[in-house]
């Protein structure tokens, strides 16, 4: 039983680029949430599929955008690119019951790496 | 913002130690997890803990949920060179019916020397 699966696993860009990550989510999961961790602190929230449509948003500008696809995974898509974007990007999928409290499962990120 | 703030932040103590780490919002939360990440790795979830005063085991470790459901510990006994990693706590709080989200803890790296 495969568990959430990210890729690229490391990527160096440049400043004002694009790029664009994947997650495969947990087998029987349907929720894709995406966390940005920074070195030396906790993740946080960047927003949250399910359904493919984005349920929920943290703090983070346009320039971050998602995508959720049929089959439940997803990408994440960041356009011009600074270096404070640099940082370890992690997605954990879930399974949307009745209520929530349901554990997430955490790939083991992309690092990106902005010059 | 609903923060978290864990301490200490950094924790080094020798192997057979007991140690507490705690977290700690003004805000309520539906739910609170506690995770360990090892460097390289995603964190892996250890406990989620939903009604206020609960208390759960897992071997040496245990945790518990504040009466208010504003604030966690966790408590390891006796640790290991294997319990070294970052250990993070996330509140959860959902949004009407549409979604959750996690808020993480700064985070709390131990080393445990053997």
């Known amino acids: 039983d495969a568990g959430v699966t990210q890729s690229p696993t490391h990527l160096i860009k440049t400043r004002g680029q694009q790029v664009t990550l994947r997650c495969s989510p947990k087998?029987?999961?349907?929720?894709v949430s995406w966390y940005q961790q920074a070195l030396g602190q906790g993740p946080q929230f960047i927003f949250q599929?399910?359904?493919?449509?984005?349920?929920q948003r943290g703090n983070f500008p346009d320039r971050f955008s998602g995508h959720q696809f049929p089959n439940y995974s997803s990408e994440l898509n960041v356009n011009a690119l600074l270096l404070g974007d640099s940082a370890l990007y992690l997605c954990?999928?879930?399974?949307?019951?009745?209520?929530?409290?349901?554990?997430?499962?955490f790939g083991d990120g992309t690092r990106l790496s902005i010059l | 913002t609903q923060l978290l703030e864990q301490s200490p932040q950094f924790l080094s103590i020798q192997e057979g130690e007991n140690l507490t780490v705690y977290c700690n919002s003004s805000?309520?939360?539906?739910?609170l997890q506690w995770y360990r990440q090892e460097p390289g790795e995603g964190p892996v979830l250890l406990v989620t803990?939903?009604?206020?005063?609960e208390v759960k085991k897992l071997k040496r470790l245990t945790f518990q949920f504040g009466d208010a459901r504003k604030d966690s510990s966790l408590h390891i006994t006796a640790a290991q060179p294997g319990d070294t990693g970052l250990y993070l706590c996330?509140?959860?709080?959902?949004?009407?019916?549409?979604?959750?989200?996690?808020?993480f803890g700064t985070g709390t790296s131990l080393t445990v020397i053997p």
């Open positions: 803990v939903v009604t206020g005063g």
């Open positions: 087998s029987g999961h349907d929720t």
């Open positions: 996330a509140g959860e709080d959902i949004w009407a019916n549409t979604g959750n989200q996690f808020y």
């Open positions: 599929y399910y359904e493919e449509e984005e349920r």
């Open positions: 954990a999928s879930s399974r949307r019951l009745q209520g929530f409290n349901q554990p997430q499962h």
């Open positions: 805000s309520v939360f539906s739910s």
